[in-house]
Each structure stands twice: as structure tokens, then as C-alpha cells.
């Protein structure tokens, strides 16, 4: 479908598919098994200007927004849905910077998120506080002109690689959900050490682990925002970046279906190529009817929160997560039943993708608390209207 | 002057648009250009940016392209030049191999003239050298000696040489296309002004208008051209190394050997040869062998060429590589055969799981005989494969090199 | 220092075929690329000035269309392009485009190296490089894959030749073509591309570089193409049938019969 993009927008649509042809297509297969951080990778984003897609040029991006980060993920999810993570899930960190940080924050820590040279990492998940985010138990206590961290965060992306962290903690647990605040603590800082790393389904060259606080202390220009703003930031972060995570989800699905259809048509089977037999014509239709209409919503929402930043936009950032990431997996399992045996080979870049879109029906809020948002956001406007 | 599409007779049948490279021709409405035509609708518009490369010229059905050229002035008396000369390359004071077959060209193209052949020859101690071209057919050789002339360099040979042609006025130089002399010669040409065709693969006579015919591939061998030379002096080309039957030996030919020595002072020089390092990796150079197995993608990994190298030796001949397997670090950028490696013209090649793509075909196509060895039956390397194997070539290239062990003993 | 990179643009040969019904040249959907030994030039001029400072110059003779071809090369970072286009250009061999580069990169002015690629992939002469040499009557040397040193007054580099290299110094300015072997070519960042997109190229025709017009285009040429046509298509051969071992066996015999082995 033609989505009319600006010049700038297939410049850097065209640039990041060549990246994900050229360089990660040949390793991706190795990181997957290896499970190394793809250091090389990022740099070769870093070269290409796209560590900055999203950020304001006068901190070192190129000035793009949500959308300009979707089509770049999007991209490089198509040929590896892990990899693509360093710039994901950076975003996803860097989004509360950029919403709230104050200007020193900013001048601080985002042009080397720009250039490449550092990856964030964004913390709010615990043991027991997956879903029920308002369970965390990590606290900042104010000492002086510090706070003092302690607590254990997990299953954190990039944790353990990631030089900038944007962690969610308690700093008044007697205010419930107005209690939490958002710092942003450095790697490396005393009383701040990683967990082990986790072994995965998918998106395994992703490393996952966990952060443990202990008597972490950190200056008072570390707090992002004002006290208590903890989950606000956390929220009007995830309503930037599921837009991102649905891309993810899209790339992925979108590579597979590519690869299916491709491969369809050389398999030759009963002396014809499999894609003259409808029970494969009908399964690709479908999957593509769904990969586009998923795109379309991404699309279509990156561009409306781009456009006016006031617009409320929860209910639209939730509803391409869920759609996209229900796509993503669906797609996947039928791409990979189209490849039949070959498609659960390891030798062969599918069931890796299968294995990658788990995940997005997972993080950055499962898609039943996505179901939950929505049909609260569906019920608030109804109010709102009924007179 | 240029080119010129005849309206009354171009039918707008398209033919022309696929044939150019440039992708410059289009089919419009004759009214829309005002050139209505009594049966033709439609008539064909070159656009701008047209080389004159005259591909367009044989597809077109009705003869209606025309291109037409600028008659140039002679720069020179053109009938003051006479003579097929042959620049005589030596390494470490050997005749390249080239040359004896430039001779044996350069023979029958002065035979067809009525002149004499002569040769070249730049170097330090070369008298024995001057003999031997002799021997190959030379009727004449200058044999140009000094210390600087012992290994080739740009400034004194190129000096040497244009001196020597202003003063002699051959009508055809030919050097080998080898790495020096396909610089050198372009180096020469362009001093003298005079017309260089690069890579010949056919050389005749045009006896009517005495011109040289400089036949070579282009588009990646996709596509013949002629070439010539009408108004300058010398005609000169190069030919790369297997193109043509080397001459034959009579020790009995006599011929004239001119020996000069030049100072070295009486040449310039601007670039300084420091050292010659040879490379020890390829037993047998890909440029000379005759006999050239190849190893692609289908090899799976570094590890499993020596079995190319294997069919390899056994059959005394050179090993190959594909892109793919290049740029995937399984073999060195020197044994890349293809668009960007080396092209290869060999008695056998040898094609082991490589798919074919066009880029690796203009590199070998030429090659006598080509054997195709891949699992994939539609692979494009088939359509120009002599003997065509599908099949698994972990298990098809040992059992050659196995068979052929048995049969040569 | 200045560094002049010299870059074609050309048919991308990836869709170039055959049709053998009518044995002609078959392009569908060709685009034009640069040349690709001229991005490996492009990439060394960008190195060289990391290492010495000083400014890329990148410049094509060829149609209106090779302004692509140059954006590209601006996206990677050259500083500046320039564009010889001119129909009088029309129909040059590879002398008259090695004067009319060399009358370009003369109206640019002061230069410390000029750099080629080996050859052009549609042409495929490897003449031009040193041709412009000759006309700018600067040292030359071909076949470039590494360079060793690089100072204000001169530049060593080694040469590659058939059984090995060779290691050259020359006095600057001088001319290198550089094959393959030499580096990898970067891609392009999104700001530099999209800098190269609000570049302004410079666009010069014949009457702007103080050239003789007897030696440019077709006057200038004294090689002409006399004829175009395409050679007989090799054709397919034979299927050898059978499992490994039988198929080796034909082969062999195939090759004894034709009596190459």
C-alpha cells in the first residue's frame, strides 16, 4: 500500500533496509546462537544516523519522531527482531528523557544516545510487579542532596550492556500510585549491580537481566520530573514507544511473509509450486491482509501522535501493540507452516522469527492489560459524551 | 551530427527501448510531437544523455535509427604510417607471454597490409630477448637499453616509447593487457592523442580504407563492438593473455635488431619503485591457467574448499571464487573471478555450487568449456554450461577428482 | 589537502539480458548506479581526508541524470560535486573524457591527489584513469590497494600486479586508481544524505571549463564504434545424468573426447 512518505522518511526507510540487508542479514543467525550483544550492529546504526531517528536534531538526531522510529524498526525487525532492540528498546528509555528530562538532563545524556555511543535501558518490571506495576517495591529514599536506591528490578532489556537507566521506583509508598518517582541512575554507580543474564524463547541476542540496588546512591539531578510523577512518566513513555514495539511485531511479521510467499513459489511439490495450491493461496492472503491492516494502524497512529503531542493517544498506542503483536504471531505460525519441515529447521531464518514474536505479546504491557486500557479509554469517551 | 530517429520510417515497435543500456528511449504519440505518419501511431524518442553507443542500431526492424558522424580531420598524414608493431613486455628479463601471441596476431595483420612486424623491446641486458622475438616472427626489433628501463616504470617508458613512435610512425601498436601494459598503453595513446581500444578479442584488416577493426566485448561481454581508429596515428590496442594462438618458432626467421641505450638522465621519472613483493598464496595464477575450478556459495564455508583445491591440483589447474565466497572471507579477493575479480578465458572452468549470476558470468563466459556443478537445476549457470551436473558437489567433485586420479595414473 | 574522486555513472548490469529470439540487449527496469570500483574510490578519498584534513571533491562527466550518481557520493560524505554535462560531451571515447575530466578538475583548482576507480563496468577500458594523468601531466599509478603513507609532498602506495604487488612513491599531486582490495565502502548516513539532498552541484557545460572544442565529444574522439552487435549466445549443453560417480565418469570422458585433458 502506498503510505505517501515524505523524501526524508524513504531515505531513511531505504537506508535502514540496506543496514538490515547488509549487515545483519549475515548474522544474525550468530547472534541468535551466540546470544553476544551486537555491539558491531550498533555501530553501524551509530555511522547511519539512525541512533537518532527520534531525537530533536539540536541534541544530535535527525529530528524525527515516532513515526520516523517505527519505519526504521519496522525495517531492520524484517530481517532480525531481536537485533533491532538496541534501538527499540533504547527508545524506549530515552522517551521519558525527552517528555520530561530538564535541560541539563537532556544536554547530558541524549546526544550520546544520538551518536550511538551509549545504550538505555528502561526499568520498571520486578518479580512482583509484572502486569501490576503499582506492586513495586523498590524505593529512593531522600537523603541530603541524594537518593538512596534499594531494591532489585527484572527481566530488564539491555540491562547489564546499557550505560543509561531509567528506572521506576517508590518514593512514597503511603501515596500508592502517586508515590513513584523516575531517576536515571549510570552504570557503573556504587550500589548498582546486574543479576544474571536470562535465557530466552527469542530475541535472544537481546541480553535480559536483572538490576539489583543496593544502598545505590545518586544525586537529586538524577530525578526526572518531580516526585511522584513516577507512573505518569511511565505511562505517557509506553504511549510513545508501543507504537515502537509494534513495529517490531510488524517487521517481524512482515520479513515472514515475505519469506513465505518467496518460498511458496519455488517449492515444488506434486509438480507444482505450492503457491498454485489455495490452501496456501488463502493462508498468505490472509496473513498479508493482516500484515497491512497492521501497518496501517501503526501508521496511522504514529503520525497522529506525531502530529499534535496533546492529543491523547493511550487507547491507539495500545491498540497497534495488540493488534500488531497478535498479527506478528499468528503470521509467523503460518509462515512457518508454509515452509512445512524447513520451516522448523534452525538452519532456516523462520521458526526464529516465531520464536522472536512471543515477546510482543508480552512486554511493554501484555495484550490482556492492553485489552484492559482500551476498553477503559472506549467506556471514558462514551461517558464523556452521554449526556 | 548525433543521433536521429527517421520519421518515416520508425514504427513504433519498441524494439529499440529495451535495447539501450541507458534506458533512453521512449515510445510517445506521433501526434503529441507532431509527427503524424499515414500508419504509424506512435514513434520513438531518444532522450537526453545518448552516448552514441549505436546498441539500439541492429534490434530496430526497419533501419529507422541513424546515427550520424562528424567527419574529424585528420590529425596526421595518415599515409606516412606503416608497420604493426608489438610492444615486447618483460618481467625480471623474461617476454611475457602475451607478446608471442601478439606476434603471431601482428604477423598476419602486416602480412594482409604488406608491411613488416616489428617489436619493443625496453630493458637492461636484453639481447638474448631481441633474438627470441626474432625467432617468433619479428622482422624488426628495437631494443631500447638503460638501467632505468629494467623494470617497468610509467615516466621512461612511456618517454621511450612516444619518441620512438613519432620518429618510426607505426600504424598499429599492440601491448598485452596486462597490468602494466593496459596503463601503459592508455598512457601512450593519450600522449600521442591517438586512438587505444582496450581488451580486443578480434583483430582484422579493413584492406579498403586501411584501417585497423578492433573488435571487443562491452556491457560486461553482453555485447560486441568494433571499434576503429580513422584519423589518428598509431591505431593502437591491447589484448588480454589466451585470446590468441601464440606464434610459431623458426629459428631460421631473420630479422634486424636496432640497439639504442638511453641515459637515464635523458628520461623523467616521478614515481619511485621502493619493492616487489610476490604473492606466495596462488600455485598457479589465475590470468594463465588453463584450467580454473571455482568455488561458490554453495561451498557452505572456508573449510570445505579443499576439495576445489583438491580437482584443483589434480588437474594442474588454478582455484576460483565467486563473490559470494569472497565476501564472505572463504577465499582472498585475488582468486575472485567475475565483474569486479578477474576475468578468465581458460580451456575448462570449472563452476562448483556457484548459482551464476550475471555479475560472476561476464568474468568466465568466454572459457572454452564450462562445467556446472549445482544442486539447484534452475541455477543460471547452466544456460552456459557445456556439461551441466546437478547434483551434490561435496559428492560429485571428489568423485571427479577420484575418477580423474584413476584415468591419468 | 584536496582530494578529487572521479566517478560514471552506469546501467546497473544485474538486468541486463539477452533476448534470443532477436539476440539484442534486453534491459528491463535497469537503474543507473555508480560505478562500483568508484565507490571504493569515494571511500578512500573519505579516509584520506579523516587522516589528513582538508576537503573531498567528488566530479562525473556524464548526462543530467548523473547528478544522482554524485548525491550519492555527497551522502557519504564528499564535501563538494561537480557535474560536466553537455550534449557537445556526446559520443566521447576514452580520450576526449580523460581531457574533459582533466579540463574540470583543473577549473576546480588546486588538488593534491586525484583518485579513479580501476575501471567502469559498462566500458570496462581502465583508460580514463591515466589518461587524465597525462592530460593534467601529473604521476600516475594503477591498481592501487593499499596506501602505505600520505604527507603534504608525497604518497606511497602499493600496486597490485599479477603474482603479487609492487610499493611506489610519487611526488604529489598524482593520480591513483584503486581496485577492490583498497577498503570497504561505507553506506551513506541519513545526514549525509540528507545534506546531499539540499546540496547545490555544480553543473558545468562545455563553454565553462576552457576546453578546445575539437577535442571533446565526438571531434575528440579518434576511436569510433563501428559496428554494434551481439554475440552468438552460448548455449546450454549437456545434462550429465546419473548418481556422483557416474556423472564423474561422463564428465571425464567428455573432456578426454574434447581432448583438453
Known sequence: MEYFLTEEQKMLRDLARRIAEEKIKPVREHYDETEEFPWPILQELAKADLCGVYIPAEYGGTGGRVFELCLAVEELCKVDG?????????????FPILLFGNDEQKKKYLPDIAAGKKVAAFALTEAGAGSDASAIQTVAKREGENYILNGTKCFITNGGEAQIYVVIVMTDKTKGSRGASAFIVEKDTSGFSFGKKEKKMGIRSSPTRELIFNECKISKENLLGKEGQGFIIALKTFDASRPGVAAQALGIASGALDDAINYSRERIQFGQPISSFQ???HLLADMATEVEAARALIYATARMIDKDPKLRVTKEAAMCKLFASDVAMKVTTNAVQVLGGYGYMREYPMEKRMRDAKITQIYEGTNQIMRNEIALALIKEAAKTKK | MGIKILEDKCTGCTLCVKACPFGLIKIVSREEVGKPHPKYKKIAVIGQGCNLCGACLEPCSVQAILIEREEGKPRVDISQYKGV?????QKKDEIQGVVYELLGEGRKLANQLGEKLSCV????????????????????????EGSILRNFQDDPYTDVLTDLVEKEKPEIVLMGATAIGRSFASRVAARLGTGLTADC???AIDLEKRQLLQTRPAFGGNIMATITTPHSRPQMATVRHKVFKKAIRQGSHKGEVVKESVEDKALSLRTKLLTMVEDITQTVKLADADIIVSGGRGLGGPENFHIIEALARTLGGAVG???????AGWMPYSHQVGQTGRTVCPKIYIACGISGAIQHLVGMQSSEIIVAINKDPNAPIFKVATYGIEGDLFQVVPAITKTLKEVLG | MNFIVCIKQVPGTTEVKINPKTNTLIREGVESIVNPFD?????EGLRLKERMGGKVTVISMGPPQAESALREALSMGCDEAVLLTDPAFAGSDTLATSYTLACGIRKIGEFDLVICGKQAIDGDTAQVGPGIAEKLEIPAVTYVKKIEEINEALVRVERMMEEG???????????????KEINEPRLPSLKGMMRARKAKIQIWNASDIACEKNRIGQPGSPTIVNRIFTPPPRKGGELLLGDPEEQARKLVENLRQAKVI
Do not use: C, H, N
Request: proline content about 1%.
Open chain 2, 321 to 327: 571464487a565467486s563473490r559470494a565466497a569472497v565476501d
Open chain 2, 201 to 203: 578479442t578480434e583483430l
Open chain 2, 85 to 89: 608493431w608489438v610492444f615486447a613486455e
Open chain 1, 82 to 94: 531481536g537485533i533491532a532492540l538496541i534501538l527499540a528498546a533504547t527508545a524506549l528509555a530515552t
Open chain 2, 121 to 144: 623491446l625496453l630493458g637492461e641486458g636484453m639481447d638474448e630477448a631481441a633474438k627470441q622475438l626474432i625467432a617468433y616472427g619479428a622482422d624488426k626489433v628495437y631494443q631500447i
Open chain 1, 279 to 281: 490452501a496456501i493461496q
Open chain 3, 165 to 179: 604487488y609492487e610499493v611506489i612513491e610519487m611526488g604529489l599531486p598524482a593520480l591513483i586508481t584503486v581496485v
Open chain 3, 39 to 43: 565507490t571504493y574510490a569515494i571511500e
